[in-house]
């Protein structure tokens, strides 16, 4: 019935003009003081639809990150056609552009013209649009034009890499253009993002609408390292669920995925030089990362501005995958794997560490990491480093025995001694893989980046310390005040795996509870370092490289991670694209909206609000000062 | 590399066997003490893949629900081909079948071979397999023939409908046969559904396997009430979801939709002969469930043995869809629609709830009610009746004149009384709308269901209470003492929505934490009701018709709603279903590899362990006895 309606408003509307296509909806939504307020549609007059509305009505349209330069949006949209969009040039400043650069643009705009595309059909994972109804007439439409300029020819993501870009759109009778300047590709790729923001299908009338006027010049981020950490080895994750995350992380402009590849749990990846990796620690043989595959990733990743980011966790988080040494000569290279009962040895089953003490491991280890280094071309390494039990190695007679011989005893402060030696050696095999060029190597809080042993074995030249542990944890201010470069991944708020199930025993797990978006929004680095005294310098501010949510897989997999996921990292992304000064709050609308235009590209992202307050912006607030009426219940 | 060496092992192999096609994996799994124990292959032995070897160790194999009669399981499997599958007689008793029932079974003999050739080829919602090597040769596959007899031909599901069935399964050196009998299609369906279980994907030997020797006898439910609730207001729901729930409900032998369709949020399903309800109250024109949509629900409920059972939520909780009636001479038929502050007239924004002064307003619920039962066709309906809030009658004049004028008053009694009305006259409606005969209504439990009012208004005859308040609501005892049958939804435990943020403000929502899958499986009306002290009786046990887990949607859509349902109801039917005397420990296992096979049929089901878990079963447990050894940790 509705179809039919709908057929007839239409075919009445295209005999008049082509832009009159009208809703048979009763509500349309007017700007009143940066909401779109639903008010009942007087007949004649075109209603417009409430996500339209919005992307003229506040200042910074349906943008996130929210940009942090200086914004102009204008007050209406026009009506365009994906078909009528045109990359019309690509420059790098005088000079011509690399074909590198130009295939990067090409591809970028590609992606845009998907995405509206892709909007306009209404095609999702969902399927196509059910009533698909489309009455704007092609001939009548303006052309969108999009101009680049590029003021390097860099294709590489780096931390100091110049994400920053300026857009402007302006429109006459004929034609949309585009103009989008930016110094790398990386900002451009941005930009574009920002672009496929400022568009909208309109329901209401059945077309793509574009703001008509905008200028957005100095968009940059606030932090050059915005992550998210996959962890592949729990469970695993499909090389299609990786590349959808890739995507899903640029509509966020988020830049780094922290792969971490393996744990005691499995070794999902080919290793070629030493093929016993992946045979014995992979979960079958059809979950293993093939070089192809990682191909696949890292080049998903180039395109979409995501750097891929390794890491081999080592000397702990090993097991599965590590047991044939023996069988092969080549002693114990692990140690612990999937010993009993495993809560005296690890922090999970299965248990399982490297053995330091065996010289074969290093052969093997710069196997791997030549293996990494040749597919991932990393900037920064990670390293792992978290969670050694000792008391696995102390109750390890080959360990223990070398141990007294080496380092004297079996106390601690040897073991820090053994570990430090674990990484030197290391280190070595990780500058040779690099070609023997340094590299920043990543490592996880833990004992070694503790004020006690911080300085002994640790460099701010050479260590970035990526910190997991809680907001309050006191080893914090003094990695700052020691100069060393942070990742901030504080447990108590970045985790996204808290708040389900306990998966070893009954109740919520450990760090449960569940942590809202509304918390990663709010969570600033620098509050966290002046919470605990740290004086703020420019040095330090400079020193915190950025946030990164930790996706750990134990109760996740690639059918339900999305949504643990999305739109909660949306939150982080803005704390570390635009940095607000204000709270949440604010932040609702823009929220609300990316969800669903997430959802809308195929993303399943969680529900934040019912679809009402989408509708009703500013309704769905909570006032502790107003009585409730519960009592009056009946 | 791997495709190689697989095609090399298979090519190699089919030369002699066809079933020697071995898979290249490190890893075989031998069964001992029900349980696969993960070992090393040995060469020349064909390993046997986790999945495999669990479909003939443990007394349950890996069915879940457990069945509840007598259950043998053999102890090897039999490689096959979907294509093999035939189904090869349907009988219903001596009579012939009638063509309804016949198609109902042939239909459900479809979904099997579909499940199972889905299984074949790796095809889920994630793509096909990637290494799709089949070296099964098909003339030397066995043939496996379906017969299935029925002792009734009924094809309605009702509170009466007998779902239970026996299956064997035996087999020689050409055929496989499954006997199914059951005494309605819908016990036989559970019996093709036990069949699906029963076999596997073997990803080792690259072949479906299906247990050779297989006898349940007796196989039904504990109860016959076992549901889920989907609200479709808070946000809409596409009907391609819907079925995909139906389809998921299906593998779990859950047999009742609860559908919330409307709420004060939104009204989205088509009123012919009240468009202005689904005109004023749906969230765009494309979001109304047309009865075409409706239609195809119910066809595909009726096909997966799962009622559709709808809710006309009244007369709180109507919103958005009633406030034309001034502009339509029909004066208010809703009050406090979208009233502020909204804390003070309802749970929730926006507010609403329809205005039982206004005689006009049976008129209207009577054709929603026509509109209902000609499209569900229910034998039970929802009435609602949860949360009045009295602040909202109580604050606008026309009703409390009335009820000055027709109950003398306005104190709580009153509001009881005027409700009371109101029920007494919607309830006419629905019984004319059921072509004037009696049908049991479900209402929530609220101040209508307290021991205060309950024999005022309610008939344990023609009422049944969804009890939604809390384990140790006291209205509970009261109400099986009654002799009102009931169905359990209390929030503690059913509400899916519990455990994330907080919609309207900062931290959790009301209802958290999150509730775990154990939680649920734990969950025993008996024990409730017991604990409450309540002496069990028959009449009292045979009231419990069931429970129902609720999906509430002010935080979830169709994106994101798979994984936050599942594998937890799959936890609650098998309490429905098997009302197991153990614990949740003896189901980890069989939940773990449901969760699994859901997935690969495409519900985005929550991951509940590590696959690690998965082929190491027992490893991951916790001992609260041992110590730990984290203060080990450096």
């Given at each position: 019935m509705r179809l039919v309606v709908l057929l007839v408003v239409c075919v009445f509307a295209s005999s008049g003009s082509a832009s009159k296509c009208e809703s048979n909806g009763v509500w349309t939504w007017l700007c009143k003081n940066e909401a779109c307020v639903k008010t009942e549609a007087t007949k004649g007059t075109p209603a417009i639809e409430v996500n339209t509305c919005k992307l003229t009505c506040g200042r910074f349209s349906s943008l996130l990150p929210k940009p942090s330069g200086t914004v102009t949006i204008g007050t209406s949209t026009i009506p365009f056609l994906p078909s009528k969009v045109q990359l019309k040039s690509v420059k790098c400043g005088s000079a011509s552009c690399p074909s590198r650069v130009k295939w990067?643009?090409?591809?970028?705009?590609?992606?845009?013209?998907?995405?509206?595309?892709?909007?306009?059909?209404?095609?999702?994972?969902?399927?196509?649009?059910?009533?698909?109804?489309?009455?704007?007439?092609?001939?009548?439409?303006?052309?969108?034009?999009?101009?680049?300029?590029?003021?390097?020819?860099?294709?590489?993501?780096?931390?100091?890499?110049?994400?920053?870009?300026?857009?402007?759109?302006?429109?006459?009778?004929?034609?949309?253009?585009?103009?989008?300047?930016?110094?790398?590709?990386?900002?451009?790729?941005?930009?574009?993002?920002?672009?496929?923001?400022?568009?909208?299908?309109?329901?209401?009338?059945?077309?793509?609408?574009?703001?008509?006027?905008?200028?957005?010049?100095?968009?940059?981020?606030?932090?050059?390292?915005?992550?998210?950490?996959?962890?592949?080895?729990?469970?695993?994750?499909?090389?299609?669920?990786?590349?959808?995350?890739i995507t899903a992380m640029s509509y966020n402009k988020m830049n780094t995925l922290h792969w971490h590849i393996t744990d005691t749990h499995s070794f999902p990846i080919e290793i070629p030089s030493v093929p016993e990796l992946h045979k014995w620690g992979s979960y079958t043989p059809e979950r293993i990362y093939s070089h192809e595959d990682v191909k696949k990733i890292m080049n998903h990743g180039l395109i979409h501005g995501v750097r891929i980011l390794p890491e081999f966790d080592q000397p702990a988080h090993c097991g599965e995958g590590w047991q044939w040494g023996p069988s092969k000569g080549m002693g114990n290279l692990a140690v612990c794997v999937k010993k009993e009962p495993w809560q005296k040895y690890c922090v999970e089953p299965p248990c399982g560490q490297l053995n330091p003490s065996n010289m074969k491991i290093y052969d093997v280890l710069g196997k791997i990491y030549k293996t990494y280094f040749d597919l991932f071309l990393p900037d920064i390494y990670h390293a792992g480093g978290d969670e050694i039990n000792i008391n696995c190695w102390n109750t390890t007679d080959e360990i223990t025995d070398y141990m007294k011989e080496k380092h004297g005893g079996v106390s601690e402060k040897h073991f820090m001694d053994?570990?430090?030696?674990?990484?030197?050696?290391?280190?070595?095999?990780?500058?040779?893989?690099?070609?023997?060029?340094?590299?920043?190597?990543?490592?996880?809080?833990?004992?070694?980046?503790?004020?006690?042993?911080?300085?002994?074995?640790?460099?701010?030249?050479?260590?970035?310390?990526?910190?997991?542990?809680?907001?309050?944890?006191?080893?914090?201010?003094?990695?700052?005040?020691?100069?060393?470069?942070?990742?901030?991944?504080?447990?108590?708020?970045?985790?996204?795996?808290?708040?389900?199930?306990?998966?070893?025993?009954?109740?919520?797990?450990?760090?449960?509870?569940?942590?809202?978006?509304?918390?990663?929004?709010?969570?600033d680095p620098v509050k966290i370092l002046k919470h605990q005294n740290v004086t703020m310098t420019d040095a330090i501010r400079k020193n915190i490289l950025g946030q990164e949510a930790a996706m750990w897989s134990e109760q996740v997999d690639e059918h339900s991670s999305e949504g643990k996921i999305w739109p909660r990292v949306s939150a982080l992304a803005e704390r570390l694209w635009s940095d607000p000064s204000h709270g949440w709050k604010p932040a609702v609308n823009r929220m609300v909206t990316h969800r669903e235009r997430m959802a809308n590209r195929g993303v399943q992202a969680d529900a934040l609000q019912p679809l009402w307050c989408q509708q009703n912006a500013g309704y769905c607030y909570y006032d502790p000062a107003i009585n409730k009426g519960e009592h009056f219940m009946i």
């Open positions: 990067l643009v090409e591809n970028a705009f590609n992606r845009l013209q998907n995405t509206l595309t892709n909007s306009y059909l209404g095609i999702s994972k969902k399927g196509k649009r059910k009533t698909s109804f489309f009455c704007v007439k092609e001939a009548n439409q303006r052309t969108v034009e999009v101009n680049v300029e590029l003021g390097t020819t860099h294709s590489k993501l780096t931390l100091g890499t110049d994400e920053s870009s300026s857009l402007t759109i302006g429109s006459d009778d004929s034609t949309v253009t585009v103009e989008i300047e930016a110094n790398t590709f990386f900002g451009a790729r941005h930009a574009f993002e920002s672009v496929s923001q400022l568009t909208m299908f309109d329901e209401a009338h059945d077309s793509l609408q574009i703001v008509d006027e905008v200028a957005i010049v100095g968009d940059k981020p606030a932090y050059p390292y915005r992550g998210i950490m996959l962890d592949t080895s729990r469970n695993f994750f499909s090389v299609d669920s990786i590349l959808r995350l053994f570990w430090g030696g674990f990484l030197k050696k290391s280190t070595k095999k990780i500058i040779e893989a690099n070609g023997n060029k340094e590299i920043p190597l990543i490592l996880w809080t833990s004992k070694m980046t503790d004020p006690k042993y911080l300085n002994k074995f640790l460099d701010p030249k050479k260590h970035i310390v990526q910190i997991w542990t809680a907001a309050n944890d006191k080893q914090i201010p003094n990695l700052a005040r020691n100069g060393f470069k942070m990742i901030f991944s504080t447990y108590d708020t970045l985790y996204l795996d808290c708040g389900f199930g306990n998966w070893l025993t009954e109740g919520n797990n450990w760090c449960s509870p569940y942590k809202d978006w509304k918390m990663l929004y709010m969570n």
